[in-house]
């Protein structure tokens, strides 16, 4: 009878433990599942536009402008400053030709000894006075426009420049990191070990501005860009965006970049850095928003606008319920 209770027992026991290791195991699984999760989303490069958001062959001017404030700074420097600049330089001409033809030693034997002329002295005080105010006014406005605060919510993406490639932190989305090299140029040395060669993908853009991983940012929206350096002063440019802020070292530049429309945008460092200066591009991707967040979703530990995707989120409640059964176990055992 004894015998029959001790086996009896043993055998709850034993049951009771193959219930908890079976509960351990689920629990064990659950961090896994909510680390894999965020990676259910989806991205494939886009490819870029010929000619936009790049320099191109015997380009003369600015490149295209793909923001508010780029076709602000555009139209001054062709609608205001090459007028002016232009208009001068005829006057100032038409003047030395003047000069050259009327008041030569045989033209004009018999120098005039005018020494002053009242209405001619105001003019050339004033006009110059009157073209300076009129280039200031706009050049102010776009200088303030250009460091106006981020507004509240803004995504914050922090830009790190090191000798010689970049490296884009997300905090508002995980914290997570993504280091961006430039490309090996097929039949040239090569410049990162273990970087691809450039055209060995579909969506790869111009030479010695390509890189392996881009900065993704989210299009028609104000980011916050957070700059600095890890080791010399490096500079994060991107023309076609009227983008350009200093990385130093021990210091935190910001200023907001917002792009109108989604694309692929090129840049370069535009400081010099040291012997690879040449070879730290900047390409930026511009998604709509549903396509960024996948891209997001994409890297361990990801998340969106300060929230976990469902899919992690949902890991949590399984791996308490698995606690359960081994609770109820146990307490069956006993």
């Known amino acids: 009878m004894t015998s029959g209770k001790n086996a009896s027992a043993f055998g709850k026991s034993l049951k009771a433990l193959g219930l908890s290791l079976a509960s351990f195991l689920a629990v064990a699984a659950a961090p896994a599942l909510a680390q894999d999760a965020p990676a259910a989303g989806s991205y494939t490069p886009m490819k870029p536009t010929e000619g936009v958001g790049m320099p191109v ?13 780029g076709e602000y700074g555009a139209w001054i420097h062709n609608d205001v400053l090459l007028p002016i600049i232009t208009i001068i330089t005829l006057l100032v001409l038409i003047l030395l030709i003047v000069v050259m033809v009327r008041f030569n030693r045989r033209a004009n034997p018999v120098a005039s000894k005018t020494s002053h002329n009242t209405l001619i002295e105001v003019i050339w005080t004033l006009v110059p006075v009157l073209i300076l105010i009129g280039i200031a006014v706009p050049s102010i406005d776009l200088i303030a426009k250009q460091y106006k605060p981020a507004p509240k919510g803004a995504l914050t993406i922090k830009v790190t420049g090191n000798q010689w490639f970049w490296t884009y932190g997300y905090p508002d989305n995980g914290d997570f990191e993504v280091v961006s090299n430039m490309l090996n140029v097929p039949g040239q040395p090569t410049i990162n070990n273990g970087v691809r060669e450039v055209g060995s993908e579909p969506w790869d853009g111009p030479s010695h501005l390509e890189v392996d991983n881009r900065m993704v940012v989210p299009a028609g929206e104000p980011i916050r ?5 890890a080791d010399v002063i490096h500079s994060f440019a991107v023309p076609s965006l009227w983008f350009k802020l200093d990385a130093v070292p021990g210091r935190i530049n910001e200023k907001v970049l917002m792009i109108e429309k989604p694309g692929v945008y090129y840049g370069q460092c535009s400081e010099l850095c ?5 070879y730290m591009p ?4 511009a998604l709509p928003r549903d396509k960024y967040d996948a891209w997001v979703l994409t890297h361990p530990g990801a998340v969106i606008d300060g929230q976990k995707p469902a899919a992690a989120e949902a890991a949590a409640p399984a791996a308490d319920a698995s606690e359960a059964p081994a609770a109820d176990a146990i307490a069956e055992a006993e």
């Open 274 to 278: 040291g012997a690879k200066h040449g």
């Open 225 to 229: 860009l957070q700059i600095t350096a």
């Open 282 to 285: 900047i390409a930026v991707e």
């Open 57 to 69: 062959p015997e380009g003369l001017g600015l490149q295209d402008q793909y923001s508010k404030i």
